[in-house]
């Protein structure tokens, strides 16, 4: 029932997290579901998010006017049953109608973890210095 819901619905950032999400893009060269999927296992390796958890400002170059909507098919893929279960791995008393909340609460904060790391580095050394 959940999986169908999540592939089914459409997942919306805040603006902040969309402008952080170009900058991402760029120094990258991916696609913004490609980003989005690091975003998201990068926040849920660093452990819960808080229920009232909120995006700090963007103060970068890229002055977006909507959040960025990725539809579940989209972000997910073929994978749903591994992020659900990497879901209930970092976010154990997680209940079952705030899953989706969730995954857009990792998806902002694991954008906005990533921007901060960003260096004048080539995107493999940036990802490889955040898992150390």
Known sequence: MIAKSLLGTTLTSSIDTHSRLKDLQEHFGMTDDIVS???IAFSLKQGPVEDDWEVKPYEGIHKIVTGKSIRGKTMFKDDLALWLVLMAIHEPNLREENIRMKFVQHWERGVQLLGSN???????????GMIR
């Not at 960003?118 to 490889?128: A, F, G, N, S, V």
């Open 118 to 128: 960003l260096k004048d580095e080539d995107w493999i050394e940036t990802i490889e």
């Open 37 to 39: 999927r690091l975003a």
